[in-house]
């Protein structure tokens, strides 16, 4: 069984300024993702990331980055020039490439941008 | 195109009623996943569906939740008897398929059912 965890309950960032969220995970799998969901108070959950784990360039999207060091199962989120609009709950979820494969999540990281 | 659609919004009942949940999965999308979003779970994993195939049904937490997916498009939910314990987000999420690319295995969700018994 895969497991996730984020150690980070809650923090917070500047405006503007970078932030970076922590998520590692334990896994026998060879062949998988990552992915980083964010889930604004209107709670919806939206894709933010993804990651393939056969990939070593670190994925991008815009002002969000991951770091992935697959050898120390650890994966990352960095978030550049913060906005308000990033305020939200942000879940690390993981997906072995099988048929079927659910989705396991961390226990989610609340992320406040302040004015 | 639309995304995925789930109702009601919110749902609030009684103790030992039945409740229904749907979702309505982007369209062309083949596979079909429930999860439950709780507090002190956090969230799991619920059942799957994958075009005609046999639902995968391990995360159903009792035989009280059942699922169905008709014509391959909308899913219904079922939880009889609630509990208070049953509270909680269900979200529903859709891919296109399984086993392609990583852009077509990738879930994405509804805004969810906020399920409150009394």
């Known amino acids: 069984a895969q497991t996730v965890t984020q150690s980070q309950p809650e923090m917070s960032v500047q405006e503007a300024e970078t932030v970076t969220l922590s998520c590692t995970y334990d896994t026998s799998e060879n062949n998988y993702y990552l992915f980083w969901y964010k889930q604004p108070p209107s709670r919806q959950m939206i894709l933010v990331i993804r990651q393939e784990a056969y990939k070593q360039q670190n994925a991008t999207e815009n002002r969000f980055s991951v770091n992935f060091q697959k050898a120390a199962k650890s994966f990352s989120l960095k978030i550049s020039d913060s906005q308000l609009g990033d305020t939200a709950m942000y879940f690390c979820a993981f997906m072995k490439r099988h048929p079927g494969s659910m989705l396991t999540f961390g226990g989610g990281t609340r992320l406040m941008v302040k004015p | 195109g639309a995304g995925v659609s789930q109702s009601p919004s919110n749902k609030v009942t009684e103790k030992g009623k039945d409740v229904e949940l749907r979702c309505d999965p982007i369209?062309?999308?083949?596979?079909l996943y429930w999860y439950r979003q709780s507090l002190g779970q956090g969230l799991e994993f619920l059942i799957y569906?994958?075009?005609?195939?046999?639902?995968?049904k391990s995360g159903l937490p009792s035989d009280r939740f059942s699922a169905e997916r008709t014509g391959g498009s909308v899913s219904t939910l079922t939880i009889q008897r609630t509990q208070q314990e049953d509270s909680a987000v269900y979200l529903c999420a859709s891919s296109l398929e399984v086993r392609a690319s990583p852009e077509q295995e990738t879930q994405y969700f509804g805004p969810g059912t906020r399920l409150l018994v009394l």
């Open positions: 369209s062309g999308h083949t596979a």
């Open positions: 569906f994958q075009g005609n195939s046999a639902p995968d």
